[in-house]
């Protein structure tokens, strides 16, 4: 690009207005939003970036300034109460937040930003205003797109309002560079929000494989107090519609009915807790597994911190990825990492994490029948798993947040030298 050393990003502003990368990932609104911004700003932190996340606070335990690693702190916000609001209703706290965004940095020296990141189109509100008031190129992840979400509703869920989508197209109009996860984002984005192609750029989510690593079943199996005969099929994540779920545990139920033989050794743990339209039954899914007379093999376990979720990961013989819409699909490349094989949904990004016949497989249909079949295919046949199980850990070895942190690097230097020559 052309910069002297003295150009070269030093300093960044997270911007994360609805979730802190501090949150539990697979409850409420923390995801893999939370993941992707903690283990970027990490692997920028290594590379001798300076990160300041801001985000909402939603505790007065919480302090205004938290330094999470060398090179990384976390700025909490207090705008509007610390518990009890929505994410719906969240863009009543945007002119607060941002205040109080300046406010922080005019008490910062002359320049102190490089670049602004904004992750969901609430932040990209926020980082709209830093850009111009600051003077630095904005950078705007979209993570999940409105427009997109409303083409794949779950039954039952709530379309999103027509206020984000005023609210995503003016963000991606503001954006000096926007990253996609997967070419098929980068081509909605410009397809559905009129972005502009030359200022779209796919960088892909990573997986810490560190963490996310193949280890001996059988320990894991012990660490979980799983049997180690089990068929261990595993879904990780929010519990809510979008996620799907019930069809994983309406395809248990179909399995069983034809192959009543495999209850005896069933697991099917759900790993995660109530989130979005999920919130408003959060009984909802252990209520469907009584139904369908599955609760016996259906094991309910509270969201885990990723070292736990890893070992899950391992135990398993089948990591289930139901999904209606998914702009990366971590869940499943994490999964893979652990050398486990993927049944997932051929939607979004799962596309792009998915190599089907490969490393798992990806399925065009959300029916129950087609996914048991899917489902007892891989449990049943052992060359079959193992086949994939070699696949996924190949497939994986694609996605590291090093590589990451480094191409997003070059989109924040693309992006300042966009603005220098707009001036």
Known sequence: MGLTESDAVRRVAMVSVHTSPLDQPGTGDAGGMNVYVLELSRRLAAAGIEVDIFTRATSSRLDPVLEVGDGITVRNIHAG?????????????????????LRTEAGLPLGHYDVVHSHYWLSGQVGALARDRWGVPLVHTMHTMAKVKNDALAAGDIPEPSARIIGEEQVVEAADMLIASTD???????????????????????VDLNVFRPRDSHAA???????????????????QPLKAPDVLLRAVARLLEVKPQLRSRLVVPVVGGPSGSGLEHPGALADLSAELRIDDVVRYVPPVPPAELAVWDAAASLVAVPSYNESFGLVAAEAQAAGTPVIAAAVGGLTTVVADGE??????????????HAIGRVLLDDGLRAHLAAGARFRAGAFSWEDTAE??????????????QAV
Do not use: M
């Not at 098929?184 to 990573?206: F, I, M, S, T, W």
């Not at 199996?221 to 519990?239: Q, S």
């Not at 191409?407 to 220098?420: C, M």
């Open 81 to 101: 109460p610390f518990e009890g609001l929505t994410k719906g209703e969240l863009p009543g706290q945007l002119c607060t937040f941002a205040r109080e965004v």
């Open 184 to 206: 098929l984002e980068a081509k909605q984005l410009v397809n559905l929000y009129d972005a502009d192609p030359g200022r779209v750029e796919v960088v892909h989510p990573g």
């Open 221 to 239: 199996r012990e660490h979980l107090g799983l049997p180690f005969d089990a068929h261990v099929l595993l879904f990780a994540g929010r519990i």
């Open 359 to 372: 490393s798992g497989l990806l399925l065009d249909t959300h029916e129950p029948d087609e996914w048991a």
């Open 407 to 420: 191409r997003t690097l070059d989109v924040y230097e693309r992006a300042r030298a966009s603005l220098r």
